[in-house]
């Protein structure tokens, strides 16, 4: 058995590489969209109540499963103060009951310095995340109060998962007439990364890109998400974004696990969904 390390001394990564060396990859997002929950979860209470009851039950039925959850922060914003309460909550349980998993708020911030300042308290201080996913759109200098959290984690935007994503992530830039996200992933794994708590995100939707992008940035953490309702396919996915050590990848899937099922049986549902990518993705690596 794994001496699992206490959450007030370990960081984003040494959370990661605990959860990798017991062969977990899967990371369950909990993209948790109130008008999907089941009614009888809604029965019990207030939106608050439901949401943080789904997601709690979920994370009990899955945790021993995962390498991390991935709150979406726009699930629990749409819901206004009962919402971010229950992400709150969510956040404070998963820190107490399973301190040794480490959390991703799916945010996608940035804005200049000083603006980031008040995203990094949100996230850290008050959520109490272990990682934040942000865009490189402004760089590294506007960037700089999230990249100073040596202990947290930070995940840099490089090729999403949405059809879309090639209209500018594609385009050919500089001198070498590269696309942006490879230059964007070469820039968070030669200059951003100074603190070694740098990740980045590549849709499990681009196979051939995230091969290329695991070239650049080497045995750095890997956020793949668009596995499950997006399409993604788990053995071209663990062939391409496998590190050196087999490990590095983050291979989130979110509605094919948390709504598996309609019903009452919904925490048992999500916990053989999880079951069934975990031994995939093992039986690929």
Same mark, same amino acid.
């Given at each position: +058995?794994?001496?699992?390390? #206490?959450?007030?001394?370990?960081?984003?990564?040494?959370?990661?590489?605990?959860?990798?060396?017991?062969?977990?990859?899967?990371?369950?997002?909990?993209?948790?969209?109130?008008?999907?929950?089941?009614?009888?979860?809604?029965? +019990?209470?207030? &939106?608050?109540?439901?949401?943080?009851?789904?997601?709690?039950?979920?994370?009990?039925?899955? !945790?021993?499963? %995962?390498?991390?959850?991935?709150?979406?922060?726009?699930?629990? =914003?749409?819901?206004?103060?009962? /919402?971010?309460?229950?992400?709150?909550? #969510? $956040?404070?349980?998963?820190?107490?009951?399973?301190? !040794?998993?480490?959390?991703?708020?799916?945010?996608?911030?940035?804005?200049?310095?000083?603006?980031?300042?008040?995203?990094?308290?949100?996230?850290?201080?008050?959520?109490?995340?272990?990682?934040? #996913?942000?865009?490189?759109?402004?760089?590294?200098?506007?960037?700089?109060?999230?990249?100073?959290?040596?202990?947290?984690? +930070?995940? %840099?935007?490089?090729? #999403?998962?949405?059809?879309?994503?090639? =209209?500018?992530?594609?385009?050919?830039?500089?001198?070498?007439?590269?696309?942006?996200?490879?230059?964007?992933?070469? !820039? $968070?794994?030669?200059?951003?990364?100074? !603190?070694?708590?740098?990740?980045? &995100? &590549?849709?499990?939707?681009?196979?051939?890109?995230?091969?290329? $992008?695991?070239?650049? %940035?080497?045995?750095?953490?890997?956020?793949?998400? /668009?596995?499950?309702?997006?399409?993604?396919?788990?053995?071209?996915? &663990?062939?391409?974004?496998?590190?050196?050590?087999?490990?590095? +990848?983050?291979?989130?899937?979110?509605?094919?696990?948390?709504?598996?099922?309609? /019903?009452?049986?919904?925490?048992?549902?999500?916990?053989?969904?999880?079951? =069934?990518?975990?031994?995939?993705?093992?039986?690929?690596?």
């Amino acid at each position: +058995m794994i001496e699992q390390t #206490t959450s007030s001394t370990a960081t984003f990564i040494s959370k990661l590489e605990q959860r990798w060396r017991q062969g977990t990859f899967v990371c369950v997002g909990l993209d948790s969209d109130y008008d999907r929950i089941p009614a009888t979860v809604k029965s +019990m209470g207030s &939106v608050e109540e439901a949401l943080f009851i789904f997601n709690r039950d979920i994370i009990d039925a899955t !945790h021993d499963l %995962v390498c991390a959850y991935k709150p979406n922060s726009a699930f629990y =914003e749409a819901q206004g103060d009962q /919402g971010l309460r229950a992400l709150c909550r #969510t $956040v404070e349980y998963i820190r107490e009951t399973y301190p !040794h998993i480490p959390v991703i708020l799916d945010a996608k911030r940035a804005d200049i310095g000083s603006t980031n300042l008040g995203y990094v308290q949100m996230a850290f201080d008050i959520i109490g995340v272990d990682a934040i #996913t942000i865009h490189p759109y402004l760089g590294k200098e506007a960037l700089a109060p999230f990249l100073a959290r040596k202990e947290k984690g +930070m995940i %840099v935007l490089v090729k #999403t998962s949405n059809p879309g994503a090639g =209209e500018f992530q594609d385009l050919p830039v500089g001198g070498a007439q590269e696309p942006l996200y490879q230059v964007v992933a070469r !820039h $968070v794994a030669n200059a951003w990364n100074t !603190h070694g708590n740098c990740a980045i &995100v &590549v849709g499990a939707t681009y196979p051939a890109e995230l091969e290329k $992008v695991r070239a650049i %940035v080497g045995d750095m953490p890997i956020l793949i998400p /668009g596995i499950g309702a997006q399409g993604g396919e788990v053995e071209a996915t &663990v062939s391409a974004g496998k590190d050196s050590r087999g490990w590095g +990848m983050i291979i989130s899937a979110s509605r094919s696990i948390i709504f598996a099922s309609k /019903g009452d049986d919904f925490a048992r549902a999500a916990r053989e969904a999880t079951r =069934e990518l975990r031994a995939e993705i093992n039986r690929y690596n």
